[in-house]
């Protein structure tokens, strides 16, 4: 069985859902149980969402790469998207959230820390700032990013697999 799928995606919302069933099909032939192919679909969109929303599509030929890897106890998404001087500022905010998820024992702390602040901000907000927390707590798993070669940003989610994570 193919232990890793590789999607190229273009930078469309529309794209965010068929991919999420692309990839929820990948993750039923490896007999992961249904939990855990919702949360790690959740990731999935997480993901591609921020892709499209931060990264730098004005060249034609820019797209979303999202990478999907099973191992016997963990699952590693990755998905990478160009980025621009623009993208600098959201950069940093990527990666201080990051640092304040890993400064808590556990992640739930976070997430409801999180949910607070929202929830005293105005409704229609885009960048509301849930999604990274929100993948740290439901999805089990490590973030993390870098920026490589041709300014191509790579951001990684590390999900454990458990007993209970199969079927
Ligand atoms: N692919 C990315 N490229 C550049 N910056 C990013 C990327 N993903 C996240 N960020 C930065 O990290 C911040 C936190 O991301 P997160 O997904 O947690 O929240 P959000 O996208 O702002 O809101 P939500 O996910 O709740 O809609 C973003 O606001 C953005 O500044
Ligand atoms: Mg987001």
Aim: charged residues 30%.
């Amino acid at each position: 069985m193919m232990k890793s799928i590789e999607f190229k995606v273009a930078p469309d919302w529309d794209e965010i859902e068929k991919i999420r069933n692309e990839s929820a099909e990948f993750l039923q032939a490896h007999e992961l149980s249904d939990d855990t192919i919702h949360s790690l679909s959740m990731i999935i969109s997480e993901l591609i969402e921020n892709g499209i929303k931060y990264g730098n599509f004005k060249m034609v030929e820019n797209q979303v790469i999202v990478i999907i890897n099973i191992e016997r106890n963990t699952v590693t998404i990755e998905v990478i998207n160009p980025v621009d001087e623009s993208a600098f500022e959201h950069l940093s905010r990527l990666d201080k959230t990051i640092q304040w998820i890993r400064g808590y024992q556990d992640p739930f702390e976070a997430y409801i820390q999180r949910i607070k602040e929202v929830s005293r901000k105005p409704l229609n907000d885009q960048e509301s700032g849930i999604g990274l927390v929100r993948i740290a707590y439901e999805g089990k798993a490590l973030l993390d990013f870098f920026v490589g070669d041709d300014n191509l940003l790579n951001v990684s989610v590390v999900s454990n697999i458990d007993g209970e994570d199969r079927i």
